[in-house]
């Protein structure tokens, strides 16, 4: 009988992939992080209750955000946290409270909302599920992911002639219109999702439900290499800080050292400013209520913030090898050799002297490489949660990110060095390096 020897490379990878498929959305993602932790040995917490911030590891759920702490048996007044942030969400579509609509040919569609910054064009001809959470009469929530249910069929080109030459121009409204039955007025959207989910339409209150790509992660390249998947804008920096998490898990309570802080927000990709994001207090509240718990007053607080530290972990670009020139000329980053730190002299990105410091030590201490990105002056820059937590906190904070090809479209590509390397390089910031 044969067998496969895997590297750790590999185990990684396919733990990426279940981990992808388990997460639809970011409601998903919370209660899964949570999930793992809580087998790793976490204790629950819950907002309502007093907080918890004896040694050990603690898990919070807030929607669609989540936050873990690690407290160590000694806190000195030198304690401060070391955070990782990341964000649950990616550019998806939103189903409307009008959940469906038909045309006059007797078509039958979902009605849905741009959420984020997607590449539209991506998401036609794809077979797209449902995936979310509903909230029932009786104070549940469930969530729930459905089967393939929809697609945005493509104008042929028959009838678009300069598609190729003139480029494909979409109107939201109109041209980003998934499909999901035809003649059939009796169809029954919210009937078919509670059948995945277990529960009488009936007993639904209201839900948050979104369409995502059917097709599941998958690898690709000459050895394997290559990694694709929607949503890894920004799951490769949970999935990233969440194995990194079970590693230090594995070696127990740490004895000293800072308060290790995970943090995943919601809602990065539409600004962040909700109670589940960077904007909100959430991240505040975690480390106030924790530093309380530990017996600190306000001046302690604010000593703690003080010596407190955030690596913002979200995708990065790697040079497009079709698109070079949008890069800048002197500094190329390109998937496979390791995770990228984001700079930017107008703090779109937080990154500065002391936090790339403090990244090339985490990357030295792991062996990990890392690679430079700054923007084309030309170029426009986005941004991340980073500035958010460095304005809301005073805490030092560094940007950096696995890189990504294809970032927001429904299909992204990463490199499975890069995923590793991200979480080992985490693994040594928690550490202390």
């Not at 959940?99 to 006059?104: E, G, K, Q, R, V």
């Not at 991506?122 to 549940?140: F, H, I, P």
């Not at 998490?245 to 962040?272: Q, W, Y």
Request: hydrophobic letters at 40%; a negative charge; one cysteine or more.
């Amino acid at each position: 009988m044969g067998y496969f020897d895997y590297s750790e490379t590999d185990v990684h990878t396919i733990d990426y992939q279940h981990f992808l498929l388990d997460s639809p959305s970011p409601y998903h993602v919370a209660d899964l992080v949570a999930q793992r932790l809580v087998d790793a040995g976490f204790t629950r917490q819950d907002e309502t209750e007093p907080w918890d911030a004896s040694p050990g590891g603690h898990v919070m759920v807030r929607g669609g955000a989540v936050a873990a702490w690690v407290v160590p048996t000694s806190v000195t007044e030198q304690t401060g946290f070391r955070i990782v942030g990341a964000h649950t969400d990616s550019p998806v579509f939103h189903v409307k409270p009008s959940l469906t609509s038909s045309t006059a040919d007797g078509w039958g569609q979902i009605d849905v909302e741009v959420y984020g910054g997607m590449i539209w064009n991506s998401w036609l001809d794809r077979e797209l599920a449902v995936a979310g959470r509903l909230m029932m009469k009786d104070g549940r929530t469930v969530l729930v992911r459905t089967g393939a249910l929809a697609r945005i069929p493509q104008l042929a080109i028959h009838l678009d002639r300069g598609v190729n030459p003139e480029g494909l121009k979409l109107d939201p409204q109109k041209h980003l219109h998934p499909v999901w039955t035809v003649d059939n007025p009796e169809a029954n959207f919210m009937a078919e999702v509670a059948k995945y989910a277990g529960v009488s339409v009936a007993d639904i209150a209201s839900h948050d439900l979104i369409l995502i790509p059917q097709q599941g992660p998958a690898t690709f390249g000459e050895s394997g290499q290559f990694f694709a998947a929607g949503q890894q804008d920004n799951l490769s920096s949970v999935h990233a800080g969440l194995t990194a998490f079970e590693r230090l898990t594995k070696a127990g309570t740490p004895t000293d050292g800072d308060v290790r802080i995970f943090m995943c927000f919601n809602h990065e990709e539409i600004g962040s400013a909700t109670r589940e994001g960077a904007a909100g207090p959430i991240l505040q509240t975690v480390l106030e209520r924790t530093a309380y718990a530990l017996g600190r007053d306000a001046d302690g607080v604010a000593r703690m913030f003080a010596a407190s530290s955030c690596i913002s972990a979200d995708a990065a670009h790697s040079v497009h090898p079709n698109y070079a020139e949008y890069h800048d000329p002197a500094t190329h980053p390109v998937m496979g050799r390791g995770p990228v730190l984001k700079i930017n002299a107008n703090q779109r990105y937080a990154t500065d002297g002391e936090g790339i410091a403090l990244w090339k030590r985490a990357c030295a201490a792991a062996g990990v490489p890392s690679q430079d990105f700054v923007s084309n002056n030309a170029m426009p820059c986005g941004s991340t949660i980073g500035p958010i937590t460095a304005t809301r906190l005073g805490i030092l904070t560094v940007d950096v990110g696995v890189g990504l090809l294809s970032m927001h479209s429904a299909r992204e590509m990463s490199h499975v060095d890069d995923l590793i390397g991200m979480s080992k390089a985490l693994e040594a910031y928690w550490l202390g390096a």
